[in-house]
T-cell receptor, first 110, second 109 residues
Framework: DVKVTQSSRYLVKRTGEKVFLECVQD?????MFWYRQDPGLGLRLIYF???????EKGDIPEGYSVSREKKERFSLILESASTNQTSMYLC?????????FGPGTRLTVT | SQKIEQNSEALNIQEGKTATLTCNYT??????LQWYRQDPGRGPVFLLL?????KEKRKERLKVTFDTTLKQSLFHITASQPADSATYLC????????FGSGTQLTVLP
């Protein structure tokens, strides 16, 4: 079974803090994704990566950056957290079409 | 503008009945469409993929149709069970996946 793990299930941070969300997959997938999910808005793509050290902007990249130094690990960075970044963050990986999601990190920025 | 609409935010049905969920889209020409299930506090789980040249796909009690003329996909769960209660998301692919906001299905015993 594909396993996608995320470093924290719940996280509370203060405005202005730098926040790191980690995602690891164990199936040697090329593609990895970061989404945020908000009520009524569905999942929105923040960034994705097709290979190590490669990154592409999704629909809502502002205020975020990513890092992919190893194939299995894809990190999402909030450079200076703001309250409008309070959300559920979901990481996913894929080899072709279907995406495998992690359990999510519920981030609250106060 | 591009839009994906899932028929309603919540749908309640009686156990044993067929649940039908709708996904409509505008200003997309997707190569394929996927359906996912999401339980509270968890990430989505892939259920089915249907390509633009396929009319229908089945998997056990699940059936998906895809009408590119109507720009609509229907997702059916036959002989529904309380364990089918979850939020169901449709997702279109034009390159990257774009997700609808989901329909919360409750199957009442």
């Amino acid at each position: 079974d594909v396993k996608v793990t995320q470093s924290s299930r719940y996280l509370v941070k203060r405005t202005g803090e730098k926040v790191f969300l980690e995602c690891v997959q164990d199936m040697d997938h090329e593609n990895m994704f970061w989404y945020r999910q908000d009520p009524g808005l569905g999942l929105r793509l923040i960034y994705f990566s097709y290979d190590v050290k490669m990154k592409e902007k999704g629909d809502i990249p502002e205020g975020y950056s990513v890092s992919r130094e190893k194939k299995e690990r894809f990190s999402l960075i909030l450079e200076s957290a703001s309250t409008n970044q309070t959300s559920m963050y979901l990481c996913a990986s894929s080899i072709q079409y279907e995406q495998y999601f992690g359990p999510g990190t519920r981030l609250t920025v106060t | 503008s591009q839009k994906i609409e899932q028929n309603s935010e919540a749908l309640n049905i009686q156990e044993g009945k067929t649940a039908t969920l709708t996904c409509n889209y505008t200003n997309y020409s997707p190569a394929y469409l996927q359906w996912y299930r999401q339980d509270p506090g968890r990430g989505p789980v892939f259920l089915l993929l249907i390509r633009e040249n396929e009319k229908e796909k089945r998997k056990e009690r699940l059936k998906v149709t895809f009408d590119t003329t109507l720009k609509q996909s229907l997702f059916h769960i036959t002989a529904s069970q309380p364990a089918d209660s979850a939020t169901y998301l449709c997702a279109l692919s034009e390159g990257q996946l774009t997700f609808g906001s989901g329909t919360q299905l409750t199957v009442l015993p």
